[in-house]
């Protein structure tokens, strides 16, 4: 009836919970279940995509560990959850990718740094070392060769996102999508963008010694925030080239020099804080076998903010050569591998975010009906 | 590492909502404070780890509470759950103290939420934990810890010694030592003893032997039954306990709220040889949800099985096991070990004296048997649509009424009538003074959150004079 021994054990959890209710005001994982009398994996993958791991039903509950319930919802469901990531992933044989997923994550990187330093010295421009002192990156890699490149790596990880996703849409559905998804999207953002249901139901996350601390969201938002500034930095730059003829290298006052920056420190402080805080969390939620999956993300995200802002103070030195390749070897890498590793994460959760504000939707009619 | 040979100023016997409440409200009057807990960590608190609100009397609605709750009215609901058991002048008390116990506990770091799904019917009335039990329990240990209280776990108090009515120390026995531990004042929050089957046995006979205890097995009475025995007053009916009637498969303790059933008044409840033997129907369920652990105690072993059809399978909270099911009614009698003959002949002679009504889950409805012994009031339909269900189950026992009796300042009386001048008490252990019989959801909490807040400030007040 369930494909994995975590969607097992999550079914037999979600029946303890669904007859206790204790937890009912901690997030939206427990008002969900309450909908459902029997889970499917599909109920179960959409129900693990709403825990955010906090901890707090954990910390509160009579029945976990040691007791014979052995009632430890935010563990089980965090390895559910990362089994939703593969199996719903997109070719299916990627799959695997999951489950060496540090490896798969460090060869992409390496292979990636190499690659453009191969790339650099075999497409070599006889005027290189005037390069490094204007800090002109389109005499090692063209512009336009840049964009194919990155553009066709963003392609394919866009698509094998997309197709990802919506098998996880449409395997939770238990009924049509209703109408009306624009204002569950809109309440969806707010809820993912604040990390509503990051905050232990408003105490923090667990930790292993008390009291609770609510720095792993905060470290997030550095992070997540970090990522989407360095991501507008990019597409800034690309609408200046395009659009305005407007080449790099920018100031440093320069709106995708600004933008990058900013995100570059918050994508180096917010991995940091994530790993550290990571370690402060309750052992017995930790799920050992996947820490790695955590990490191989962070470090990637780490990288790319340190390497981008590396890039920014060598542009002008002798460094700058091996520093490019190195920063777009980790992007390039990270693009590649995005489907295929935690940043799916995000996604997952975003989409599990709209179906519960739908579903609060459609019972806030029927109550009114 | 604690030192224990350094006498407290306040000694609190029990980690529950009312010592914690106690040892924080001495140690913000400036006391020393230990508290001694006979369980592990993890089932620190006794029956507060599975309770899940506190009834408070307030004046207006809160974020949390929908609704004014007024003292009268409290008072009035008292009355009502205990008929007229209760000592008037405390519960006049506490009812006044806890309407700022309410504002109190929250600044202890205690979180509400408005009341659960299903429980509608206590959102004005009832404040209900974040996070449930266990979260404020957390909560107050997190403040109390901060607070400097210190804590020691494992540590069962196995006497005391009270000389002419004086506390001096208490033994516990802790890592197969026995330790002596001597405090200034008493503040004994130790619960009842409804997971003390030797002691139900006394009352109760063999029969205890098949009761589940709800709660965890700690809960064994030990510092009442010294208390009682060297000189405090008692109150309270000792043979009296809560029980409800839960799931037969529930483990023998700590099973908690996800045994429970609530779907008695939808079907039918008969004994092992398959016979019906009170009114399903009587009353709405959260009025007679408490009656059915004595009924079912008082049928042969101790045992009952509710029986229903699929037309009701899906109209209350589901639990932790599911029932049995079985296509006919002869294979469920098979499955639940009962005569085939019997259980057919029980539902069919129900069956026979249904009348047609308007069936209505949420209130009084008017679908009654005519003609039956006993009879079934309301919720009567007949059973006859396959797949056919039914649970076992048994008496759960939640907490016994035995108790000490206190004063307004929780100071335990003694059988002379005097006072005791540095022992009090809070919580289960003299709840007997307030609820002699009978439950209204969330007191328990109530009791145990004003007298430990009352028994640690006049401890306090007392070490410290």
New interface residues.
Partial sequence: MHSTEASREADRLM??C?????????CAVF?AM?RL?SFSDGDLGYLANLCHGCG??W??????P????RVNVPKTLAIVRVDSYRAYAWPAASSVLFVRNGLTVAVAATLGTAGFMVGFWIFADPERPVAAETGGFYRLMPHDAMVALFGAAFLFALTALALGVRRFWREGARRKAPLRASLSIWQAMKDAGSLRYLDG???GCATAD??MSDRRRLYHHFTFYGFLLCFAATAVATLYHFLLGREAPYAWYDLPVTLGTIGGIGLVIGPLGLAASGRTRAPALVDQKRQGFDLAFLAMLFLSGATGLGLLMARTSAVMEPMLALHLGIVFALFVTMPYGKFVHGLYRFVALVRYAQEDRGSAEQDEA | MLDLTKPRDVLVVGGGNAGLCAAIAARRAGASVLVVEAAPK?YRGGNT??T?NMRCAHDRATDTLTGPYSEAEFWDDLVRVTGGATDEELARFMIAESKEVLTWIARQGV?F??S???TLSLGRTNS????????ML?AL??TA??LGVEALYDAPVVDLEIEEGRFRWATIECRGERIEIGATTLVAASGGFEANIDWLKQYWGDAADNFLIRGTPYNRGAVLAILLGKGVARVGDPKQCHAVAIDARA?KF?G????RLDCVVFGIVVDRQGRRFYDEGEEIWPKRYAIWGRLVAAQPGQIAYIVFDASSL?LF????YPPYAAASLPELAAALGLDPAALTATVSEFNEAVRPGRFDPAGLDDCGTVGLTPPKSHWARRIETAPFYGYPVRPGITFTYLATRVNREARMVLRSGEPAANMFAAGEIMAGNVLGRGYAAGIGMTIGSVFGRVAGREAALYALD
């Avoid at chain 1, 910390?59 to 976990?64: E, H, K, R, S, T």
């Avoid at chain 2, 909270?317 to 932790?320: F, T, V």
């Fill in positions: 029946t303890i669904n007859s206790c209710r204790y937890c009912e005001g901690l008002p309450e009398r707090a039903c910390d509160d509950c009579q029945f976990a040691p007791h014979e319930f139901g408003g105490a008390a009291p | 993890f780890r599975h899940r979180r939420q408005p659960l799904g299903g209900f934990f974040l996070g449930g039990g266990r979260a957390n240990y997190r810890e901060a483990p700590d908690g709220i996800i045994t899906e909270m589901p639990s932790l």
